[in-house]
């Protein structure tokens, strides 16, 4: 069995009862009968209303008791406190799922979670999986199933198609699959999850990974409150080669407490959510539009590996859009080979050939130099993607001679991308699109699809990345560790610190700093005070004996000031390293995803600039210098403006062992703050110069 046929039953059935049932079609309890019946839903309907003997046709029952079968499923649309019951009496009946669109429960306050929570227990006594509460139900077109009291049904029925959506949100779910019908796009599967208080949608998602009538996953989601399920479904969805393309929002505070309120979901850190978004492949959508649009072109299934485009134009000024769009995505537009560019010019002295290749209007009045061109560049520049601004051009008469040349280059060149940036009436539109062309009429839209595709064959492609490295068993103290205690800990990893010593005495201190040579850093020690840079505790540039007995006494008068009630066990003093590039490394423990590792450079990138990568832990070196590489500010460990290349395969030793370290030590780890770390010059290491570790249960 698979991972996620669980959910079958309940998104799949063949048998519904229907709590609350209504006569009337346009009520909660009415819709999901109506709608089953008007599109002739090959199963069993059974009604369940104590105060009917027919509801819309069909023979009504009083209890569930007397349901002359189980259901696979039941619809439950009854007061919030008639709620309960109905679950227990499902679950007698023996029922498997239970949609539940009756709302009032951990979405308005904590009684409400609790009677929320009970309903759970009891599902889960009788083996039954509950969808809700407080959510829209499931939809799926190509079974004629309908548990859904969406009132979008009432502008038409779903186009068919293979992209399934999963949403936390039952209005917006609807809202998106309505925005695709009117588009003429295929999205007939839908599940909406609302408070999630068991089916996740991390389980929807890898319901749909594993259903065969679908080929592309639309998600949007508020809050992920469990990621095991989230990311064995995010596995199963790469492992299928399923694009998964998600609306994540609550990217702002406000936007996350929104969240909260409305599905009772746990919004957690989004840069985290980001990270794994990343790390399996998934495209973060910026809105619906983008999202349907990068979904619709990714049920052509071509996903090239190593993605470039090649343009073929009617107007120059479309292709410097085109390109500028390229760049900022990345999206690679190599020029045309030179010989292929003085063919073009030969037929036409006046075209632009290099890339976007402008044909001008010429293509119009001579229709065979459609092919030529489009040929050439197909056959010769060798592009993985295909885009052809044809505008207005497609709704001329001349259209349909240019479209026959352009369909042959097509047929002969199969295995690539190949999209048109035209404006034409819907029915024309349809005609392309089944012939095999994806259409969008603004080119912006058009590359940004076409670049998406690449990113998922690239993660598609993707080798598996190297192990994490092993470390030893990782005892963490009772209470958060000093600087120096904390530092021993994280050697016993494999992660180097600064030569350094903890000196209990001045006298102590100066032998240290004479063995590691002048100058040296200076710290106070002590587990109470974490930052020590705000009370004066760290002193720099310390040169010699009389400085380094001066520094003694005024850290420890300092430390006393700041933090009377302290414990002091001395003073850190450590080699001050020089020439090295200043970065962050840290793990943030994560209330959904666990240990999360972060990468950044020091000062203003990471305070200011917010430079900074995360990754789940724990990875390996490979992983690690990815993360490293992706920083906008890269360059400057690679060397830019004639610096000294960094250390980086040092760095992403450092990195991947932080990362085993955090994954080692369990849960009582909360966080860890390697800043700054030294990336030293190529071949000369990498440093932690401060460590911080917090364990949770106190200082």
């Known amino acids: 069995m698979s991972n996620f046929a669980g959910l079958t039953p309940l998104l799949a059935p063949k048998t519904i009862a229907v709590l609350g049932a209504s006569s009337d079609p346009t009520r909660i309890g009415g819709r999901p009968i109506a709608y089953m019946l008007a599109q002739k839903f090959p199963g069993t309907l059974y009604p369940v209303n104590p105060n009917r003997a027919e509801v ?87 079974r004629s199933y309908y548990a859904t009291f969406s009132s979008s049904f009432d502008s038409g029925w779903p186009v068919p198609g293979r992209i399934g959506i999963a949403s936390q949100s039952g209005a917006y779910g609807t809202h998106l699959y309505t925005l695709a019908r009117n588009r003429h796009i295929g999205a007939s599967l839908c599940v909406m999850t609302g408070n999630e208080a068991d089916v996740t949608v991390g389980e929807c998602i890898g319901w749909l990974a594993e259903n065969p009538e679908v080929d592309v996953i639309a998600v949007y989601a508020e809050g992920i409150r469990e990621s095991k399920t989230l990311i064995a479904a995010l596995q199963a969805a790469r492992a299928a080669r399923k694009p998964v393309v998600m609306q994540k929002v609550g990217r702002s505070e406000l936007g996350g407490k929104a969240a909260k309120s409305h599905t009772a979901s746990i919004a957690g850190d989004d840069a985290v959510t980001e990270a794994v978004m990343k790390e399996f492949g998934v495209y973060r959508a910026r809105n619906s539009e983008e999202m349907l649009d990068i979904a619709h072109t990714a049920t052509r299934r071509i996903y090239p590996v190593s993605n470039t485009l090649g343009v073929i134009t009617v107007s120059g000024g479309a292709g410097v859009l085109i390109s500028d769009v390229a760049d900022s995505l990345g999206l690679p537009m190599p020029e045309m080979p030179q010989a292929a560019q003085d063919k073009l010019r030969a037929l036409v002295p006046f075209c632009g050939p290099r890339n976007p290749v402008d044909a001008t209007a010429q293509v119009s009045n001579n229709v065979e130099l459609v092919k030529t061109f489009m040929d050439t560049m197909v056959v010769e520049g060798r592009y993985a993607s295909v885009l052809g601004f044809f505008s207005m051009t497609a709704s001329s008469r001349r259209w349909p001679k240019i479209k026959e040349q352009l369909d042959r280059t097509k047929a002969e060149n199969p295995g690539r991308l190949y999209a048109l940036s035209v404006i034409v009436p819907p029915e024309r539109r349809d005609e392309l699109e089944a012939d095999g ?3 969008h009429e603004d080119p912006t839209r058009a590359v940004t699809a076409i670049e998406a595709m690449g990113r998922f064959g690239a993660a598609f492609a993707a080798p598996k990345p190297a192990s994490a490295p092993s470390v030893p068993p990782v005892v963490l103290p009772h209470a958060t560790p000093s600087e120096a205690e904390a530092k021993r800990l994280l050697a016993a990893a494999g992660i180097a610190s600064a030569p350094e010593a903890a000196c209990a005495t001045a006298d102590e201190a100066v032998a240290a700093a004479e063995r590691f040579g002048y100058p040296v850093v200076m710290k106070i020690l002590s587990p109470d005070i974490l930052h020590k840079s705000e009370i004066g505790g760290v002193l720099l540039d310390v040169a010699g004996a009389p400085a380094v007995l001066s520094g003694f006494t005024t850290l420890l008068d300092r430390a006393r000031a700041a933090a009377p009630n302290a414990r002091i066990e001395g003073v850190l003093v450590a080699k001050q390293l020089k020439g090295g590039v200043e970065c962050i490394l840290g793990i943030h423990r994560d209330p959904v995803f666990g240990p999360m590792a972060m990468f950044g450079l020091g000062g203003i990138f990471v305070e200011v600039l917010k430079d900074v990568v995360f990754r789940r832990c724990p990875f390996g070196p490979d992983v690690a210098e990815t993360m490293i590489r992706s920083i906008k500010g890269a360059p400057l460990l690679e060397g830019a403006r004639g610096r000294p290349k960094a250390d980086i395969k040092a760095l992403a030793e450092m990195l991947s062992r932080l990362s085993a370290f955090a994954a080692a030590a369990g849960d009582r780890l909360q966080s860890v703050d390697l800043n700054p770390v030294f990336a030293m010059p190529e071949g000369q290491g990498a440093f932690a110069v401060d460590a911080v570790i917090e364990v949770a249960g106190g200082h």
């Open 56 to 142: 819309q046709g069909l023979k009504a029952y009083p209890t569930v008791a007397d349901l002359p079968e189980t259901p696979d499923v039941a619809i439950v649309a009854v007061p919030s406190e008639l709620a309960p019951q109905a679950i227990a009496d499902l679950g007698a009946k023996g029922c498997k799922g239970v949609i539940m669109f009756t709302a009032g429960f951990a979405e308005v306050d904590d009684a409400g979670a609790a009677v929320q929570a009970g309903m759970v227990e009891t599902a889960r006594r009788h083996g039954m999986r509950l969808l809700g509460p407080n959510c829209l139900g499931v939809f799926d077109a190509g």
């Open 437 to 439: 062309w994806v259409v």
